[in-house]
T-cell receptor
Framework: SQQGEEDPQALSIQEGENATMNCSYK?????LQWYRQNSGRGLVHLIL?????REKHSGRLRVTLDTSKKSSSLLITASRAADTASYFC???????????FGKGTTLSVSS | NAGVTQTPKFQVLKTGQSMTLQCAQD?????MSWYRQDPGMGLRLIHY???????DQGEVPNGYNVSRSTTEDFPLRLLSAAPSQTSVYFC???????????FGPGTRLTVT
C-alpha cells in the first residue's frame, strides 16, 4: 500500500496566491521528499526534509514536517503559471531501501 | 551528464508479447528503481536495486522481471504483456543516504 497520501487531490488558484498541499504517511520515516511532475514529463526532486527537521525552505517553497502527526505540508508562495504541475510526496519504506510515492496533488495556476 | 535515459519513449505491444524497457544512468548511483504511473494511482514501485547483482520487489512486481548486471543499467522485462500493463513507466536512480531520486523521461506502453 502507498505510504504517503496527498491532500487535496486537485487545487486551482490564481497567480500570486499561495498554494498549500498536505501529505500524510503511515509509518516511521527517515526523510520525506517532495517532487514535481509537469504534464508528460518525469518527476523532478524539489526538497527533502529529514525526520529531525521541522521546517525547510528553498526559494518560494516551504516544507514542514510533524512526525507526531505523521504529516507534512508543502507551501508554494506567490504562485506562477509555471508552477502548474502535479506534486508528490515520497517516503522511504521501513527497510530504508525503497521510496514510496503518494497519489499526488494536481495544482493549476491561472493567470 | 545525460542523467537517466530510457528507451523506447513509446511502445505498442500485443497481448502475450514480451519486451524489455531499457534504463541507464551515468551518475554512478548504486540505487535504481522502476515505477509505473496510472491515472489516479500515482507512482507505484515495481522493482528496485541497491547495487549490481541485487534486486528486490516493490509494490507491484507481478508480470515483471529485472536484473542488474552493471551499476549503469537496470532493464525491466515484461514476460507476457497484458492490457493491465498499459501504463507510463519511469526509471529512477539515487544515492544513499538520502535517496533523492533522479527520474528518466518515461516510456509510454500500450498493450492491446
Amino acid at each position: 500500500s502507498q505510504q504517503g497520501e496527498e491532500d487535496p487531490q486537485a487545487l486551482s488558484i490564481q497567480e500570486g496566491e499561495n498554494a498549500t498541499m498536505n501529505c500524510s504517511y503511515k509509518t516511521s520515516i527517515n526523510n520525506l521528499q517532495w517532487y514535481r511532475q509537469n504534464s508528460g514529463r518525469g518527476l523532478v526532486h524539489l526538497i527533502l526534509i529529514r525526520s529531525n527537521e521541522r521546517e525547510k525552505h528553498s526559494g518560494r517553497l516551504r516544507v514542514t514536517l510533524d512526525t507526531s502527526k505523521k504529516s507534512s505540508s508543502l507551501l508554494i508562495t506567490a504562485s506562477r503559471a509555471a508552477d502548474t504541475a502535479s506534486y508528490f510526496c515520497a517516503t522511504r519504506n521501513q527497510a530504508g531501501t525503497a521510496l514510496i510515492f503518494g497519489k499526488g496533488t494536481t495544482l493549476s495556476v491561472s493567470s | 551528464n545525460a542523467g537517466v535515459t530510457q528507451t523506447p519513449k513509446f511502445q505498442v505491444l500485443k497481448t502475450g508479447q514480451s519486451m524489455t524497457l531499457q534504463c541507464a544512468q551515468d551518475m554512478n548511483h548504486e540505487y535504481m528503481s522502476w515505477y509505473r504511473q496510472d491515472p489516479g494511482m500515482g507512482l507505484r514501485l515495481i522493482h528496485y536495486s541497491v547495487g549490481a547483482g541485487i534486486t528486490d520487489q516493490g509494490e507491484v512486481p507481478n508480470g515483471y522481471n529485472v536484473s542488474r548486471s552493471t551499476t549503469e543499467d537496470f532493464p525491466l522485462r515484461l514476460l507476457s504483456a497484458a492490457p493491465s500493463q498499459t501504463s507510463v513507466y519511469f526509471c529512477a536512480s539515487a544515492e544513499p543516504p538520502q535517496y533523492e531520486q533522479y527520474f528518466g523521461p518515461g516510456t509510454r506502453l500500450t498493450v492491446t
